[in-house]
């Protein structure tokens, strides 16, 4: 091989290199006294070229051994080297690694492709290489992905290498994609040929056309992206190791809390079953039941409705029956009435039962449920509840004040129900049965309690002009929360937005919570939503959200 011209090519990955052939019979028939070796070293996969530290670290060292086997068949009359792509990264690192000082000379260097760093220094190999050709494709989106997703990679290919000598390193830009040097022999014949046959001073050749702001935020972006790629491949095998741990630790305090919670309720069923020995007791005390009744609540509240049952039987018989700890009993059984773990029927005939012992009858109990009912939206369970209060007083040919009161209250969840259903004249039917009892009402608190209620109805009927009426018979004594948020209301749905924001203005946050309440209810029971979301609005921005 002594006195050869020596060429080598390198292929990229994802190929097998055919561009290789086609170029050293061009090469041939340029110039006889020539030999070409196509290093090929397999096809490499885009997965294998991500792992910088396996699969790319050891080609490339594989590739620095043969390429000095390679210079060792030597001497040779010229070397050259033609790369492309991942071939590009191959020759410099070899070139790295075999050093300055135990390198051959080597004449042309024709990258096209470029993997490699803008910033890759050359300098280092200016006594030994002689010119260094850089093909630049100016649209190729490869080199893009390369930047941001490879590790140690660059973009050199598309907008060549820093600190340029026209002498030594020469940066060439071409309007194609990232392997457009191939589709052709065109290509390699014109620009390659002249390279690898002569001494020829390289050509310059740029199609880049005037530089822009686009072209100019890419550079910036390049330059950028090295840090931020560093700090995900460091952050990413980070985060892998410490999260798995840092769960391990969220586990174990979630555990930890549980036993703890579990540990808590433990205790306190052991103070209800410590307490419930004096409870039976003939010396059981009203202190007794008071406490009971304060752990019943309490277990209510965190959601153990078994434990609150429990402690609100003890309530009850310490109290000897009493009125308020019945209604807690019976609270708890319509609340146990909306558990899976319950059987609702049963809960809620149980609570009804419990109502009648606390001096209520029947239809006092079947409204208290009512209300709890329509508290929680169901308002179908609700209005047979209802008609259930209706069905049992009407059986009686008079009816005490009490019972008048009750009826009342049924009537009016009724209408209540059908306009949150957006059935209007069927809530008008059971407005009309209230007013039929308010005439001749000597209960001042009562009115009061029934007016505001029918203003409420007639605010989600979407009726305003109705609701100031019974706004305006509040007796003079009372302006609480409730009067002011309806009338604040009624102003809104005429759309006097000046007396709407005036009232909104003087409210406290109870009433600004009640309002947004109401606003919800109002937008279910049809009342238009533009005119809501006014509401809304103000409201929210009164609270400074």
Known sequence: MENKHLVITVHGIRTHGAWQDRLSELLASAEPNIYVVNKKYGFFTVIAYLFPLVFRWAIARRFRSELMQVFKTGPYSRIDIVAHSFGTYLVAKALEGIGVENLPKINTVIFSGSVLRSSFNWVRFGGKIHRIVNECGIHDAVLILNQILVFGAGMAGRYGFDWCEDDFT???????????????????KTYWLPLLTSQDRTQSHDERGQTTWVYELHILASKVCDPVR?????????????????????????????????????????????????????????????????????????GDLKSAEIAGRFAVIASGYDEDYLKFMATVFVQ????????????????????????????????????????????????????????????????????KYILCKAYYNMSFIYAMMQQKQQSIFYVDRVVKFIDGWDDAKVLDELHLSLSWVYILLGLPDASTVYLNKKIPRDDGMAWRVNRAHCYLLVNDKERFSDAVSSFGQKELDESLRDYRLMLHSGIDEEMVYEGFKTVMQRRGL
Not at 170 to 188: A, I, L, Q, W
Not at 345 to 367: F, H, W
């Open 170 to 188: 020469k940066n060439r830009y071409f309007s194609f994609g990232h392997s457009g040097y191939f589709k052709t022999n065109d290509f390699m």
């Open 230 to 302: 560093f700090f995900v491949f460091i952050a990413i095998p980070i985060f892998f190791f410490v999260y798995p741990i840092l769960k391990a630790s969220e586990s174990r305090e979630f555990a930890q809390r549980q036993e703890m919670e579990r540990a808590f309720l433990e205790l306190e069923k052991a103070r209800i079953e410590s307490i419930s020995q004096s409870a039976m007791s003939p010396v059981a005390r009203r202190s007794d039941a008071d406490i009971y009744l304060i752990r019943g609540k309490h277990l209510l509240e965190i």
């Open 336 to 403: 146990q009435s909306f558990s899976a773990d319950y059987d609702r029927n049963v809960k809620c005939t149980e609570a009804e039962a419990v109502l009648g012992m606390a001096r209520y009858d029947i239809a006092r109990s079947a409204l208290f449920i009512s209300e709890y009912l329509i508290k929680k939206e169901r308002y179908a369970e609700s209005m047979q509840y209802c008609v259930r209060v209706v069905n049992e007083l009407d059986k009686k040919t008079e009816i005490t004040s009490r019972e």
